[in-house]
């Protein structure tokens, strides 16, 4: 048995809900041809907001994972949390039937959500003001609070491992997939279903980003309005979704004969201990993050191949990134390429990192990058390889996946291919 303080943690599950695409290979196709899942909002009347526009999920069908009674029960986060997490343990190959109660002890659930059940919270508030506080229904606790979605997962599945979620922000999903990391690491856990998801495109969530000005107002062309890099950016455009990963050790996937995308490889957070909602001009929070999680790797800077960036679009937050992989890179940060998914699915919150790391270990398996669409006018101070517009082949042994939080979390995780050793 492979010593707690040696054990590699490996990616054997994926599943995903995004605006471009409602399976890992949807998702995968739709980045390839460079989709854009911006749209004029359909969801609810957009006549008292700003922006008219968001990269809502098409098409989705929660009775494909959850059965009727509990759908109905499930603020749309959770739901998304549910079916996606449904998808990465169907991909995993878990026989769920089959786990004995010890096998099902070692499995956990740390699943997030940025903001939680934003519109369960949005329907009673109305509920309790026009009717009185007796109508309001008694899901509404369980249904806002954004640790059930993990919980739900573990009662569905009979998984009795560690179980909560983190909340941070935009950091939040990558926060949940390092502390997953860390407690397989320490033996508390053999697998661990992780991720985020986010559903707050609704009057309330898109009024309050407009009074922040963190949303672009590009309303006269949606599919083009999230353009990370490009001078002209003027915001993020809101997304939602979910992405799980399955984590697991790496004895324990092998025993098992487990398909294996990649291992991580080192994970770093940071704090910019500069201000709630604007990132540190310097980078200085980033570049902590983003050193730490090489440093604890057995890996140079000069063997990354490819960053998966926040890259929000929004005017500070693409340049303090930038500044801050030069930190961290030096001259090999214009050998790398870069690139900003959110171009296409939109700013998933709290479900970005997961989505965004999926996208990189899928850059990896197949050594293609994902592109980051709609550039058109260069900004002088974004001046790498953001694979603009196009993705672009080329081999990816390592990845690293950044996702930075209001509150100025800041969170890096490196993935690279497995190599038995």
């Known amino acids: 048995m492979t010593s707690n303080k040696n054990r590699r943690v490996v990616v054997t599950g994926m599943g995903v809900l995004t605006p471009i695409g409602l399976t890992v290979q949807e998702f995968w196709d739709a980045m390839m041809n460079s989709k854009s899942g911006a749209a004029n909002i359909i969801s609810f009347d957009t006549s008292r907001v700003d922006t008219k526009f968001a990269c809502e999920l098409k098409g989705f069908d929660p009775l494909l994972y959850i059965d009727k009674k509990t759908v109905k029960r499930l603020d749309p986060y959770a739901q998304y949390a549910l ?3 449904s998808q990465a343990i169907v991909d995993s190959g878990i026989d769920v039937a089959n786990l004995s109660e010890s096998e099902k002890a070692k499995i956990g659930v740390i699943f997030g959500s940025g903001i939680g059940g934003i519109q369960t919270f949005y329907q009673q508030s109305i509920i309790n003001h026009t009717q009185g506080p007796g109508r309001v229904s008694p899901f509404f606790i369980p249904m806002m609070i954004p640790d059930l979605a993990a919980g739900y997962i573990s009662i569905q599945y009979g998984f009795r491992g560690p179980n909560y979620c983190i909340v941070s922000a935009c950091a939040t999903a990558n926060n949940n997939m390092i ?23 609704n009057e309330i969530g898109v009024g309050g980003f407009n009074a922040s000005r963190a949303l672009s107002v590009r309303n006269d062309s949606p599919e083009t309005a999230s353009r990370p890099f490009d001078l002209t950016r ?3 455009v809101m997304g939602e979704g979910g992405g799980a990963l399955i984590l697991e050790d790496l004895e324990h996937a092998l025993n098992r004969n487990a398909k294996i995308y990649a291992e991580i490889i080192g994970v770093g957070l940071s704090a910019d201990a500069h201000h709630i909602t604007a990132p540190h001009p310097d980078g200085a929070g980033a570049v902590l993050a983003m050193e730490m999680a090489i440093g604890n790797s057995d890996i140079d800077a ?17 340049i303090g990134e930038t500044i801050a992989i030069k930190k961290v890179f030096g001259e090999h ?6 690139s900003s998914t959110k171009s296409m699915t939109g700013h998933l919150l709290g479900a970005a ?63 690279s291919k497995f190599f038995h050793r």
Request: charged share 15%; proline share 4%; hydrophobic share 40%.
């Open 83 to 85: 079916s996606a997490s």
């Open 179 to 201: 502390d997953s990391y860390f407690m397989i690491k320490q033996g508390l856990a053999n697998i661990i279903v992780t991720g985020g998801s986010e559903a707050s495109i």
């Open 234 to 236: 003027d915001g993020f």
């Open 302 to 318: 000069v063997d990354v191949d490819y960053v998966n960036m926040h890259g929000t679009s929004t005017p500070l937050g693409d």
């Open 333 to 338: 940060a214009k050998k790398m390429n870069l």
């Open 353 to 415: 990192g997961a989505v965004e790391a999926v996208a990189s270990i899928l850059a990896i398996k197949n050594g293609i990058v994902p592109p980051t669409i709609n550039f058109a006018n260069a900004d002088p101070e974004c001046d790498l390889n953001y694979t603009f517009n196009k993705p672009q082949k080329r081999e990816v042994n390592v990845a690293l996946s950044n996702a930075f939080g209001f509150g100025g979390h800041n969170t890096s995780i490196l993935f």
